[in-house]
């Protein structure tokens, strides 16, 4: 599952993730954006944080369309 699609479902906006988290808004933005590939730290974080729904294949692999994540 695609990081802005999990946000999405779970009704948190990428601001609210990362202050939960203790990120930065702005790069788990541009992460669930695609506009940047997270490091394996993030993956990791993405990972246990959706209890494994996000897993760093979803970073890779494209699925066409046009999602707007959550901001």
């Known amino acids: 599952m695609k990081l802005y699609d999990w946000l999405a479902k779970n009704k948190k906006t990428c601001a609210e993730f990362a202050r ?3 990120l930065v808004h702005e790069t ?5 954006n695609g506009e940047r590939r997270p490091t394996q730290k993030f993956m990791r974080e993405y990972f246990q944080a959706s209890g494994g729904q996000v897993t760093p294949n979803d970073f890779f692999y494209p699925t066409g369309g046009d999602h707007a994540p959550p901001q």
């Not at 788990?28 to 669930?32: D, I, L, Q």
Request: without cysteine; hydrophobic residues 25%.
């Open 20 to 22: 939960e988290r203790g």
């Open 28 to 32: 788990v933005r541009k992460h669930a």
